[in-house]
Structures are given as C-alpha cells and as structure tokens.
C-alpha cells in the first residue's frame, strides 16, 4: 500500500490499464447483446411470413390448380393474342349494332375507337349513338352484359327526345343514348 501512496501516477497508470480492457470487454459484451435482440426482432418478424410460405408449399398443387382454372376463365373474357386488333374492332362494332338493333333500338352513329395499350391489354373501343325505348336500352344493356368475350360499359349518356303530342294517342317517351363499350384483347 505504501508503494500505491509514493506513486501515484504508477498507480494510476496501472489502474487505467487494467481497467481499460474490462471496459472494452463490458462494451463489446453490451453490443453483442444488443445486435443479439435486433436479430431476435428481425427473426419474430419473419416467422409468419415463413409460416405463410411453408402453407403455399404444402398447398402447392391446389394452389396451381386454382391459378390454372382462372387463367382459362379469363381467357374466355378476352379476345387471345392471335386475333388483330382491326378485325376485333369491326366485327365488336357490328355485333354491338346488331345487339342493340335487336334490342329495339335505331342505332345512327357508330365509330371504332383508337386502341389503347393497358395492364397488358389492347384496349378495343367501339361508340354508338342509339334512339328508342327506355325498355329497349334496358334489354340492350342486359344483352351487352350477357356477351362473350366480356364488354364492358365505358361511358353512357341518355338524354329525352321531345315527342310531338298528338291527341289521340299516348305518348311514349323515347331516348337517345351515346353508349361507349370495350373489350380487352390479350397483348400479342
């Protein structure tokens, strides 16, 4: 002890050595802990995605199967890749006239749209100007929906003709319509 009291800086020198280490060894004890509980966090993160993953591989074949069964249902919605684009266009135009002059309706414009590129889809569009019934644009519209490939209703726009009144008789009212429909062409 007395030596500790003639040297002070001895002392002090050979207790900063010694201590220096410990800390450094209490440091890295520290850390390694910490980046221990980060990866135990990461891991708990982790383990129901893995879950959910090893569900889709023990399900694979039914997984397949499902995808296999709606990518047939979809390409019965569709016009296939092989189809051109102006032959799908003209004939969506005359089977959409022929729909809704069969529904009753006078159809007096009509007017294949430009096509569009989308979600890897030709986007075919057809407009047509229709006069009639209320219940004829009601039954062309069920008519539309009901067709093959899928069409699907754009834009619609009705609005009232003025009807001359006439005494005798009773006054039906009739529309004009300006329907846009499309249909989806699978992107060759």
Request: hydrophobic share 45%.
């Amino acid at each position: 002890m007395s030596w500790l009291r003639n040297n002070p800086r001895y002392a002090v020198m050979v207790l900063g050595t010694l201590a220096l280490p410990a800390l450094v060894l209490l440091y890295l004890a520290i850390s390694l802990f910490g980046m221990r509980s980060g990866y135990q966090l990461q891991i708990e993160r982790l383990e129901p995605r893995i879950a959910r993953l090893q569900g889709l591989l023990n399900r694979e074949e039914q997984v397949r199967e499902a995808a296999r069964v709606v990518g047939s249902d979809v390409l019965d919605l569709v016009y296939p890749a092989t189809d051109d684009a102006g032959t799908v266009s003209a004939n969506l135009q005359k089977n959409v006239r022929e729909i809704l002059g069969a529904a009753g309706l006078s159809v007096s414009n009509s007017q294949i749209l430009p096509v569009r590129e989308k979600d890897g889809f030709d986007h075919i569009a057809v407009k047509l100007t229709a006069s009639g019934g209320l219940p004829a644009l009601d039954t062309a519209l069920a008519d539309l929906n009901a067709y093959l490939p899928l069409l699907l209703l754009e834009s619609i726009e009705v609005w009232p003709n003025r009807n001359r009144a006439r005494k005798d008789e009773a006054e039906e009212q009739t529309i004009t319509a300006t329907v846009q429909v499309l249909a989806l062409k699978v992107r060759s």
